[in-house]
């Protein structure tokens, strides 16, 4: 038995009709439940201390030499602002292969560096761009209080610097962010100074920090991209099963159905079989990415969500191959830290060593990336997620023991579409133009600018403004789905200078997740797109036929 849901919701979309809401308080709403879900996400219990008998079951991996400013005594720390700076600026200096460059600074103004690794030790992205090798970018501690991953980029760069895998760069480029939220770090907090969580913002980019990541994405497009991050060991685990997390590391592509098939394809035939040889090769225990809402009653175990506005999503809409690598480690300080950061190290130097493999990489993403341009299925806007038993692996805390615990689970990649639209040629936005154009070239979509004013048969939508729901967990996707729509065709006055946006482009995902208002996270839901009080029409309507000529492409 499934529950309806908006694509990433999550949650029912029945039973909450209230009357029409003034923008200002839709806005005002979804700020609080972001907040909310912010609040909920801090509320991390201080270190958990594992038993012993559990800390037996990971215990480091010495076949793994970590060069990072972590491992540097005898005594693993973690790794300060200013030692990663000195860190990652010495190995540029002493490299062939590395340049720093920087994404800009932080809201509380710290450096957000950001390395190019070429053959070439080439600094200008244009440049590496041309060297035609699949782009693999690796971003790390995006949410402060999951060091490893960061960590692991460090050891990463060293080793493509001058270690084992130098070797790998006649055939890669490779861009590695290795903290992508500092101020993060600096309070051990998952979100950014602002409150806000960095992981869902990659659809509305109002976060600096996100919006510089896009934006050198934007100059040096991703073939790839792996996301590090770390899970909860303990907390609600603990706390609703009496049991702690046992695999080692959880990981999950892109899952929005949106996402070119074909980029999918290439995650499971490419790079999940390399990720599971290393991890079987270092008995590294793994499956995929899985978390439970906060709700205590509720024990439903959830595989990530479909949210476009989620990193691991994003990635994949805008045409990348797109992974979230988690490892066992938020909440137990550093307990079993080389073992975490050597699990990011192996599943990086994995994926490097698939890329550089696979000779057809390249023009395997693009001709991807042609599909998804060339699409003319429906979009699915509402779906249901199967839900079925599932056996989920945990330990006993006192003994390590396993304590397989049965769950519902809900599979995210398993959908039966509940609602499906036509998809456009493209949309047309007659308000906020400028600011959709702004945010959609961040992620990679083009627009134009209508070149006559003109009569024109369209799509309309008649929008029914909805009270936000409530009980948001963190899990959940940024502003809720505070719309509903219903299309139509109809025939509108399109001034000049309207926007239009085609759908006959690689990241046509991102601007169907970005247009159609009742999409989580839709720019009208979050009032990208501007509606006052008393409107009911959308400032935004679906071309199905004849797309209007631009003033220039
Ligand atoms: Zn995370």
């Known amino acids: 038995m499934g529950v309806v849901e908006r694509l990433g919701g999550g949650r029912s979309r029945l039973g909450y009709d209230e ?8 806005a005002t709403v979804s700020i609080a439940l972001l907040l909310a879900g912010v609040a909920a996400a801090q509320r991390a219990p201080s270190d958990y201390r594992e038993s012993d008998a559990v800390l ?13 400013p972590a491992f540097a005594a005898a005594t693993a720390s973690l790794t300060s602002q200013d030692d990663l700076i000195a860190f990652v600026s010495k190995l540029a200096a002493g490299s062939r292969h590395v340049r720093l460059a920087s994404l800009g600074r932080s809201q509380q103004g710290r450096e957000l560096p950001m390395l190019y690794v070429t053959q070439e030790g080439l600094d200008d992205p244009a440049a590496i761009a041309r060297l035609g090798r699949p782009v693999i970018w690796l971003i790390g501690q995006q949410h402060g209080n999951e060091p490893a991953g960061g960590e692991a980029m460090l050891a990463v760069a060293s080793a493509l610097s001058s270690g084992e895998l130098a070797p790998l760069l006649d055939r890669i480029s490779v861009v590695i962010v290795p903290r992508g939220n500092p101020d993060g770090a600096a309070a051990d907090r998952r979100v950014l100074a602002s409150g806000a969580d960095p992981n869902r913002d990659h659809l509305l980019l109002s976060q600096p920090e996100i919006r510089a990541l896009h934006q050198a994405m934007r100059v040096l497009p991703p073939d790839v991209v792996f996301d590090h991050h770390e899970f909860s060991v303990a907390w609600r685990w603990i706390e609703k099963f009496n049991a702690l997390q046992a695999a080692d590391v959880m990981i999950l592509e892109a899952t929005h159905p949106g996402v070119p098939r074909s980029l999918t394809d290439i995650a499971r035939r490419l790079y999940r079989p390399a990720l599971d040889a290393a991890m079987a090769h270092h008995k590294l225990t793994s499956h995929d990415y899985v978390t439970t809402a906060a709700n205590m009653d509720d024990r439903t175990v959830s595989l990530g969500g479909n949210a476009p506005g989620i990193a691991r999503n994003t990635f994949g809409l805008r045409g ?33 060593e698939a890329s550089a493999s696979d000779s057809g990489l390249s023009a395997a993403i693009a001709a991807a990336r042609q599909e998804a341009a060339a699409d003319r299925s429906p979009l699915v806007v509402s779906h249901k997620v199967a839900r079925r038993p599932f056996e989920m692996p945990l330990i006993d805390p006192d003994t390590g023991a396993p304590k397989p615990t049965p769950v519902t689970l809900a599979d995210s990649r398993t959908l039966t579409s509940i609602e499906r639209r036509e998809r456009p040629l493209g949309y047309l936005v007659v308000r906020g133009g400028a600011a959709v154009a702004e945010h959609l070239a961040l992620n990679d979509v083009t627009s134009c600018e209508v070149a006559e004013a003109n009569k024109l048969a369209v799509e309309t939508y008649d929008v029914q403004r909805v009270a936000a729901q409530t009980g948001a967990g963190r899990e959940s996707i940024n502003p809720d789905q505070s719309v509903r729509v219903t299309v139509r065709p109809s025939a509108v006055d399109v001034p000049r200078g309207a926007l239009f946006v085609t759908m006959a482009q690689p990241a046509a995902g991102i601007a169907a997740a970005a247009l159609e208002p009742d999409s989580p996270g839709s720019y009208l839901g979050v009032g990208v797109i501007p509606m006052s009080d008393g409107e009911s029409q959308a400032p935004v309507y679906r071309v199905m036929a004849d797309p209007p000529a631009c003033l220039r492409p």
């Open 19 to 26: 009357p029409m809401m003034k923008r200002a308080l839709v």
């Open 56 to 68: 037996a079951h990971y215990p480091a991996l010495p076949e793994v030499a970590l060069q990072s």
């Open 320 to 352: 990348s191959v797109s992974y979230l690598i988690e490892t066992r480690g938020v909440g137990i300080g550093l307990q079993s830290y080389q073992r975490r950061v050597a699990t990011h190290y192996l599943l990086a130097k994995a994926l490097l």
